[in-house]
């Protein structure tokens, strides 16, 4: 059994081993081991070259990381907090994605941005937010999130294997989460979603911190004899929508689950292309159970602005009444 | 860089001082008050401390050891200047009149801030990294507009002087002659990283290159950062740019409550430290010159026990925000689709009410 | 007859005639009038204090801005081109959306971001994007965008007037259309869509640039016996929508048109919310005509990028053969 | 800022002269290809100009004033070393060997850049300003971790200098040592805007702020500038860290094409900075000290000319890529609705072809 904490950290020891080219950066990821911890004893092991302490600037750490991946490194950077990845919001949108294509292809990026990301922890402002979408309405990223040890240990590893930038979003409030894991050989590639359990009457859709939470919905509608599907989609861009549509196909109801505000959430792409894609097969509009649209609240009361099991429980059966 | 020039009036052991360019004249009761200003900060920061630990608090961002920084320029402050804190100035906001209670609030999870920063001239407590200098820098240009005589001051950290706003803020104070001091506490540490994780060269010294003067200050000497903040303010005041201030001090804490610096430093540099502490330094002073007995000392500390009893007892006290308050300040004008969002969970909240 | 450009131009001459508070801020906007000329004359009737020539740092415009705001100030910031709003992402996501909230209603924060949007200009890289989802999908602001000279003259002056921020599209390559204007009185209020033209068959979504192209394409259909309604949104954030509902219930037909990707861009949003409130009205599922999920292409092929009549009625006739 | 000291070699009137901490020794072949450089430059700049106008080009950004600045680092430049340039450095292109009609392509709107930047060095146009200055920084720390001796040379303008990133890039190379020369052209506009709008003091001052030196150089004076850089480049191979130059120049075209300067300065500016051409100031030379006669300045003359031809040849002939193409380079792996959508987009254009 291993936390998803450890399993990133265990698959970023695994890509430094690897590869003399990656490297972590960051604020605090050397001796301190990251707030989560999730750099512990890399510092140690690969020496200050490689697990870099850097100075307080976001910024600064994507564009010293655009350049160190021009000269062919791998820098693979730890955002603290999801509130704090803004100031770098121009190395990211107007240098990161769109790179490679301006060289036509001649330069790669192969950069990883690792976000903690979402609520649930008792945090003060800027610590719970879910802005997954604005670097998925992004072309040039690539955006994947884990929701269990095993897919953070292998999807971290495949994220920094791959050419192009990945925005690598961790459901830090699923940090502390074990599960044994297999260590063998992934199961899935990096872009694919997965069918985590069969349903028939209708399809829960989710990623990141909400996998559980839909999990937790699935049983208890069973006890209730509904019986939903739960697919993780893993990856946010590219969108692996085939599972989606054939499960579509065969419940008719859809509900997509993110602690994102539901206006232009990821919510929105996927009720619009599922509904193009199954017009014929929905028997109720797909619904969204999302954050509201407020900044994310004080902690307090953040349990009534995340999707929880009666939400998503209400929503499934606003689904079945439509 | 210890050799660096440092501002200093009254030395670690509680020895008054000169320094070449700045004096001060300071009343006993005015020494007194200091005292007890600094007492009355440490209180409050060792008490939410232990609110915290007692989970009255979701966490702390403890001030200990930088009182001085805060009350000394905190009390250079004149009624309508306006300070811009980061999330650690508590003895400012302190200086400033601000409620305490209402300060934890945002420690507590009920709100993000919540006070009216009008109301002292004390803006909201500000996370991200080095986003209030240029807050402050556009309300000096304000005041610039507005022919007003007061000032601004805007507090941050060693390791927010190498965000680009902190700089972008610098330009534009120094090019718009604005009325801001940028007072800088460099306690040594961001969260894990020493100041030589973000400079080479002492942090005074940055200001000259964007045009403007930089000093550096014993941050743990109250005197000697009140004397060179009046002295900032009041060059601002007369129109002449911005001023630069480091005071170079220490945290004593953790960075907040869920930091365990044993990780990333040594316990003995506590200790160097702990010779140079901001309130004993006064507190020697006070008594060795006589102008305070243990009468005073007694009085004042059960003052600051009072003020933590209250403290503690209001902070336990004090409700949750009833979760539909995350609709209600989003927007200062009707917004329909909000609206009908908030009715909606309302609606939902309420449907829970009469089930079994 | 006035100008796009000149209208706004109007506007922000009497908002700083109305109000003393008001004042504007940007690069290159004081004797040189701004990149498109749209404050020419301003600083010169009203002063480099009110007129504000700022130093080359977007994030310092959004900050000082904020800081003006607190001191009672409305100011109204320009940003040169839409691909340069990036560095200030952080002051407007992090501090601008959420200052009111954080102070629990005690600040308002009465500023406008005025963002000459959109291609066709024939522009290199960065001055030709369209990213008002980002903002869309950010509480705590406003999103607005006008479509022709009177819409340009009234929105800016109640976008000033408001106590909210707000983010203020200009549609750059419309900045030269012409039209006689009404300066009475404004006939719709900031945040109202507005039906443009009445029609039967199918209804186009659309607002800023797309809007021209949308009458186009309507004009078009009419020849070949098919009449679409056109609505111009005006305001992606909040959405009215009462106008798009009624709508798509009468023609069951509906394709959203803008230049921004599709990819989770306003489309997706307002496909999800029509398809949930008119589900059984819908003949065909909501269609997105927009730009394609790439950087935006270099000038010379930037036509075949940005939607155009063809590709709209492609949409139409897609929407009608589904 | 006149008065401040500024490194010269060469005065505008030809003059050799000597500077306390820099000489350069140059040989009578070096001279004039450097002079041939400027003027190619020149002349690569006013076919260019003239592209634009013919609506050949949808933009042109001139680097009329600024050759010596270019020409002068970029020869400073050895093998292996990489510039990181804005969208102005057409003469340093030029020294780098960058194919001078690869260089028209963003600017005629067939591409965003396209060249492959590690074939010579010379990373891609960056037009956001300042990002290109931590991308330098960053590259530079990657030669750090290969123990490698080359150096990397950030160029950015006045206008720059306001901006966050280039102050967080002095951050990190300072911070980190990192072989980077940070280069400015100070050609004392931001399109409309006067220096006096971006700082108070001059540029170069900046640097010590955060850790390293700092130089003016006559940016119109390329042998000044060559033998500044040279220096400059030597002491960040050597390890000691990042170095700034502020080569003192002049933009004495427009901003671009699109440019309006009539707006905004005085004509008699202009005419001061005539006086203090770049290349004139090294053919007086070169003919005033023999070492070049009229038939070596008719030589480079036709050289130019010739380069010119050609330039314009190609660019007229150059066709517009295949819509399709917007597709091609997003992804470096495969991409599936994005292939899906190429698709779709291939199919919707041949829907037209078959169409009477
Ligand atoms: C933009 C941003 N990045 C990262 C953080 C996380 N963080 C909070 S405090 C801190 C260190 C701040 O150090 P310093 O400026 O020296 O202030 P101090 O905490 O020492 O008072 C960091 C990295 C943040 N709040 N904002
Ligand atoms: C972030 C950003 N903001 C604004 C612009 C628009 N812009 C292009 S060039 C320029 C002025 C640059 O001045 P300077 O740095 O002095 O360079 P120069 O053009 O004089 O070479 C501006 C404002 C931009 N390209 N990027
Ligand atoms: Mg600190
Ligand atoms: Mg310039």
């Not at chain 1, 502390?176 to 297999?182: C, E």
């Not at chain 2, 403890?62 to 650690?88: C, H, K, N």
Request: proline share 5%.
């Amino acid at each position: 059994m291993i936390t998803l904490a450890k399993a990133i950290n265990a698959g970023l020891r695994k890509s430094l081993e690897k590869d003399s080219h990656v490297l972590l950066m960051g604020e605090d990821i050397g001796k301190l081991g990251g707030v989560f911890r999730v750099t512990e004893g890399l510092q140690a092991d690969f020496g200050t070259e490689r697990v870099v302490d850097t100075p307080l600037a976001e910024s600064g750490i994507l564009g010293t990381a655009i350049g160190l991946a021009l000269r062919g490194y791998r820098p693979v950077c730890e955002i603290q907090f999801d509130g704090f990845v803004y100031p770098a919001f121009d190395q990211i949108t107007s240098q990161l994605s769109k790179m490679h294509a301006r060289a036509l292809g001649k330069v790669n990026l192969p950069i990883v941005v690792r976000i903690p990301y979402g609520g649930g922890i008792g945090a003060v402002e800027h610590h719970s937010e879910s802005n997954e979408a604005y670097f998925a309405h992004t072309a040039g990223l690539r955006i994947v999130t884990c929701s269990n040890p095993e897919d953070a240990y292998w999807m971290i590893q495949q994220a920094i294997d791959s050419d192009d930038p990945v925005i690598f979003f961790e459901p830090k409030r699923r940090y502390w989460d074990k599960a044994d894991i297999n260590m063998e050989a992934p199961s899935l590639d990096l872009h694919s979603a997965k069918v985590l359990q069969e349903g028939t009457d209708l399809t829960l859709i989710t990623y990141g911190p909400s996998v559980r939470t839909c999990l937790e919905a699935r049983r208890v509608a069973e006890t209730e004899g509904k019986s939903l599907e739960v697919i993780d989609l893993r990856s946010l861009s590219p969108l692996d929508l085939e599972p989606v549509f054939a499960s579509i196909e065969k419940t008719g109801h859809g509900v997509i689950v993110h602690e994102a505000p539901t206006f232009l959430g990821m919510g929105a792409e996927l009720s619009a292309q599922i509904t193009q894609e199954c017009f014929y097969s929905l028997e109720a509009p797909i619904l969204r159970v999302g954050g509201y649209n407020v900044p994310y609240p004080p902690a307090r009361i953040e349990d009534h602005y995340l999707p929880d099991v009666d939400r998503i429980l209400d929503a499934v059966d606003r689904s079945f009444e439509f | 860089m210890a050799q660096e020039r440092l501002v200093q009036l009254l030395t670690p052991e509680g020895e008054r001082v000169e320094d070449p360019e700045y004096s001060i004249e300071i009343s006993t009761e005015e020494l007194k008050a200091l005292y007890r200003d600094l007492v009355m900060v440490r209180r409050f920061d060792v008490e939410a401390t232990a609110l915290q630990r007692q989970g009255e608090l979701g966490l702390w961002a403890q001030s200990l050891g930088q009182e001085a920084a805060q009350v000394g320029s905190g009390r250079a402050l004149e009624q309508g200047d306006y300070a811009f804190p980061t999330y650690r100035e508590h003895g400012v906001a302190w200086c400033k009149g601000v409620d305490p209670v209402q300060l934890l609030g945002m420690f507590r999870g009920v709100n993000h801030g919540g006070w009216d920063p009008n109301e002292n001239g004390f803006q909201l407590y500000t996370i991200v990294i080095g986003a209030q200098t240029l807050h402050a820098t556009g309300y000096a240009m304000g005041l610039m507009r507005d022919k007003s005589d007061r000032a601004v001051i805007a507090y941050f950290g060693d390791g927010a002087s190498s965000q680009g706003d902190v700089n972008e803020a610098f330009v534009f104070a120094s090019v718009f002659q604005a009325p801001v001091v940028f007072f800088c506490q460099n306690n040594q540490w961001a969260i894990s990283q020493p100041i030589e994780g973000q400079t080479r060269v002492p942090l005074y010294r940055r200001a000259s290159g964007f045009g403007f003067p930089g000093i550096r200050v014993d941050g743990n000497d109250v005197l000697a950062v009140l004397a060179v903040t009046r002295e900032a303010l009041a060059k601002v005041r007369r129109g002449e740019g911005p001023t630069f201030i480091e005071a170079f001090t220490y945290r004593m804490g953790a960075h907040t409550t869920s930091d365990d610096p044993s990780r990333y430093r040594l316990a003995s540099d506590l200790e160097v430290w702990k010779l140079k502490d901001p309130i004993e330094r006064v507190k020697v002073h006070l008594a060795r010159t006589g102008q305070a007995d243990s009468v005073f000392f007694a009085e004042v500390n059960a003052q600051a026990e009072e003020m933590a009893a209250t403290l503690r007892a209001k902070i336990i006290g004090m409700p949750d925000p009833d979760p539909d308050e995350m609709f209600a300040h989003v927007y200062a004008e009707p917004h329909a689709p909000l609206a009908r969002e908030r009715e909606e969970f309302k609606n939902y909240l309420a449907s829970f009410v009469d089930q079994p």
